[in-house]
């Protein structure tokens, strides 16, 4: 009896429990969006998570903005909830972007004479967030490449990426101290899907046809290395992120984890099938009201050890600043970028950031094992300053001007790096 008693209780407690919730349950009874003027609302509207009819969560509403922030078409994107009883009308305020970016881009070729890229990207194509557009590139050689991506094509989470590119240049490589200098063209196709997990995490899978060719230059003729090479190559591509990221125009906090692996088959001899594999760890942090600390460590390691012709670079507009166009090929490589970007000037949509930056990388060479990526002469330290001028309403409107001196290496080089958006 006792027993019985008790259980009745439970049941009536449990059945309590049950209709206070269900009485408490708040539910969403409009979604509006303001602010638009390219954007289409329904593709919004289909992105988001929080849904009409549904359950209010404050929790998924905070989601979706972040998640919105990190659109390339929209620059800043707010929200406001009002709590009716049992209903909730939420309202996303949106600051737009302009999407449609030309780009130019100079240095100096590895001939000294004048490189040039010209570019043109439309990062909201049809007012879906879709990317559309092409560059072209002469660095001795012409190159040429163009590109669309809609990464939610199909639903909002599934996308696809198409793109062709033709790229020539002047390849130095390395042997024994010596350089042989190459004309090297890759013309390629590349078809790829897109998949958001969840707000978290990403994933790309994809696949890779290239014609592959170096044809010698000049330089010193190296007996062990053939004038001429050519390769046809299928590449199997994957790319994962996690990103836990949040953006408020020039700040960022939080870190994102990038893994791009290649499996690279149909070569031959000193352009054999190869597993190519790189991580990105980056990690930001605001410093007060105006500076904001950001890192970025890279772990690069390529199958293949037996031949100069490797698939990573020193190179000043990738992991460098200061070393200089190309000074170095390795099949492994371990580097870190530090930088303290303050904010000297913020009026309205215009910022002036200073930057204070040390990149620091290693690597292993040809044929030597990995263990050498630690030796001292395997070491390349650079510091420097630079300056960023910023449109907060443009997308990825950052000019980005560095320079940077050796502190510790072989490269005894400096110089200044010039470019578009921020460097990581």
Known sequence: MLKTNTMRVFVILLLLVSFTTKAQEIIVESIEITGLKRTKEDFLIRLIKTKVNEQYDSLKVATDVERLNRLPAIAKATQQTTITGKKASITYEIVENFTIIPGVRTSQANDD??????????????????????????????????????????????????????????????????????????????????????????????????????????????????????????????????????????????????????????????????????????????????????????LGFASFNDTPFTPFVIDNQFNIRGAGNVVGRQTAELILNTEYRHTLLEKDWFVIQSNTFIDAGAKRLPENSINSIFNEDSTNVYGGVGIRFIHKRIFNAVIRIDYGVRIVGSQNTSGIVFGIGQYF
């Open 113 to 298: 004479s004048f490189a040039y890229r010209l570019s043109l990207f439309e990062f909201n194509f049809l007012g879906r967030n879709q990317l559309i557009g092409g560059f072209y590139s002469r660095n001795i050689f012409d190159s040429y490449g163009a590109f669309w991506e809609a990464p939610f094509l199909f639903t909002n989470k599934l996308g696809l990426g198409i793109n062709f590119q033709n790229n020539v240049s002047r390849e130095p490589i390395f042997f024994n101290d010596e350089i042989t200098n190459y004309k090297r063209s890759i013309p390629s196709g590349e078809v790829y899907v897109l998949y958001e997990k969840d707000f978290h995490n990403k994933f790309e899978l994809g696949l890779r046809y290239s014609q592959e060719d170096y044809e010698y230059l000049d330089g010193t003729i190296i007996e062990e290395l053939p004038q001429e090479l050519d390769a046809t190559k299928w590449t199997i591509l994957s790319e994962y992120e996690r990103n836990h990221l949040v953006i408020d125009y020039q700040y960022v906090s939080g870190y994102r984890n990038l893994f791009v692996g290649q499996y690279v088959f149909g070569g031959t001899g000193l352009l054999n099938d190869a597993l190519i594999v790189r991580n990105d760890t980056e990690y930001f942090k605001k410093v007060g009201k105006r500076g904001n600390f950001a890192s970025r460590l890279r």
